[in-house]
């Protein structure tokens, strides 16, 4: 993008309001929930569901992942809205967790605990989810202040981990190795991948 | 389509069927490409006229006949089946077709044949999954039944559902249905029907030996390496809240096949 172009794109991203990731981020899991009241999520509407949301948690896991290096290799700055994207991941993980447990095992308790201890593509899941939740809880400013901007930064990198385990779990969920739990693997390792070896990171902001 | 007269069997179950819309939009023919909704969108392509099928190996009579004259011998029987997947979904979908076993017999199998072989079309052209540089299966696809399981009243070769003949995407214009079996038993398409000695290879066991064995039997026993098989869903039932239900040993044929495997240990011949 031209340096003119790439400031107004930069200026319009900071005049739109924080909120507003919030509400385009939960178009789809609505989306997800009319379509499935109505009963036009077609043949198999569970696994429509499901599959929807664990999709969804995955993408804005990867977007709040890419946000880093598309500053630093694009200059497109989206860092205010870095928070929201790694909430939306985990609300639409939470989401995808909730579906499998409720309308899927129908609340069934045993065969929940059962099936994730047995099946490692659930065991893997429920992990990523797992350490999603230290992530959200401590997704504000408070948390950032308590405990220390590396300490902090350092819990934080666990979204990697957690992205790495929701990929492994889309491709463990499906027969053969279709292009498409095939392609966020890549990206997910694409973005570890520059994480590890992406050069000098940025010096955080004066606060 | 014209309609297919068909008569009726006491092999049928009596659970409703599944729309058709569902049985026509919803299938895994990876010809046609990995996802559900891939073969209706791409199988159009397949030319199904004419269709050459050979019956050939270890036969005192074996012949390649188009299709019509495959067909011409055998009177066509409504078989309303439930149908399996492997992925822990179920259908039930009434079949036209013919007993497996007549075409057999026609062929005179020699006393050295023990497995039955079958091959799908191989067409590139017309089949996406097929072509381009990742594929998910060898090809042509293959599969096998054990003769006596060939031979079973039960196993069919469907040309039609719904009294119509077969979609494209359901296998046209000649599939081979095992009721009591993962549905990716009842190979699609088939060109070639081949009577041998040694248990063929199959197209999935050759990808995932550990995930799906020779037999493949439905069994809820006996779980997908990587997930349960103990209950599935039926397609086009209730919406998003509808409930599981057990599957069924055998797919709910015990009765009819159980004695096919006597004796044998299913959890490791699976």
């Known amino acids: ?207 | 389509a014209a309609g297919m007269q068909a008569a009726k069997s006491p092999f049928s179950t009596t659970e409703k069927p599944t729309p058709l819309s569902d049985v026509k939009s919803y299938n895994n023919f990876y010809e046609f490409g990995p996802g559900k909704a891939d073969p209706a969108a791409n199988a159009d392509a397949l030319t199904t006229a004419p269709w050459r099928v050979s019956v050939e190996g270890l036969a005192a009579r074996p012949g390649e006949f188009d299709l019509e004259d495959f067909m011409k011998p055998y009177a066509l029987e409504e078989r309303i089946y439930r149908m399996r997947c492997v992925e822990g979904w179920s259908m039930v979908v009434p079949w036209v077709g013919f007993p497996l076993a007549e075409v057999l017999k026609k062929a005179e199998p020699l006393g050295a044949a023990k497995f039955v072989a079958f091959e799908s079309l191989s067409r590139p052209e017309e089949m996406p999954g097929q072509r381009g540089l990742f594929q998910l299966l060898d090809w042509p696809y293959v599969e096998g039944l054990r003769l006596d399981e060939a031979m079973h009243p039960l196993t069919i070769l469907a040309v039609g559902l719904y009294g119509e003949a077969l979609p494209n995407q359901n296998g046209a214009p000649l599939r081979l249905v095992v009721p009591w079996k993962y549905g990716f038993k009842s190979i699609k398409s088939i060109v070639r029907i081949r009577l041998v000695e040694k248990q063929p290879p199959t197209s999935w066991n050759k990808q995932a030996a550990g995930e799906y064995g020779f037999y493949s039997n439905v069994n809820p026993n006996v779980d997908h390496p990587r997930w349960s098989q103990a209950t599935e869903r039926r397609i086009g039932e209730g919406g998003l809240f509808a409930k599981r239900r057990p599957t069924l040993m055998f797919n709910g044929y015990a009765e009819e096949v159980a004695s096919l495997y006597s004796g044998m240990n299913l959890q490791k011949l699976f």
């Open chain 1, 1 to 207: 993008m031209p340096a003119e172009r790439l400031k107004s794109f930069n200026a319009a991203l900071r005049r739109l309001p924080g909120f507003s990731v919030y509400i385009l981020g939960f178009c789809p899991a609505l989306w997800l929930f009319c379509l499935g009241l109505e009963d036009r999520l077609g043949p198999e509407p569970v696994r429509a569901l499901e599959h929807g949301l664990g999709l969804w948690a995955l993408r804005f896991l990867l977007a709040a992942l890419a946000v880093t290096p598309l500053r630093r290799l694009a200059r497109i700055d989206l860092l205010r809205f870095r928070r929201a994207l790694g909430l939306l991941a985990f609300y639409y993980a939470a989401l995808h967790v909730a579906a499998y447990a409720a309308i899927d095992m129908g609340l069934s308790f045993d065969a929940v605990m059962a099936d994730i201890a047995k099946r490692p593509y659930l065991t893997i899941g429920m992990a990523g989810f797992a350490l999603l939740t230290p992530l959200a809880l401590t997704s504000n400013d408070w948390s950032i202040r308590r405990m220390g901007a590396e300490a902090w930064r350092r819990l934080h990198r666990l979204a990697y981990v957690a992205a790495l385990a929701g990929a492994a779990h889309f491709l463990l969920a499906v027969k053969s190795l279709p292009a498409e739990p095939a392609i966020y693997a890549a990206v997910t390792g694409l973005l570890l991948f520059y994480r590890l070896f992406g050069g000098r990171r940025i010096a955080p902001r004066a606060p």
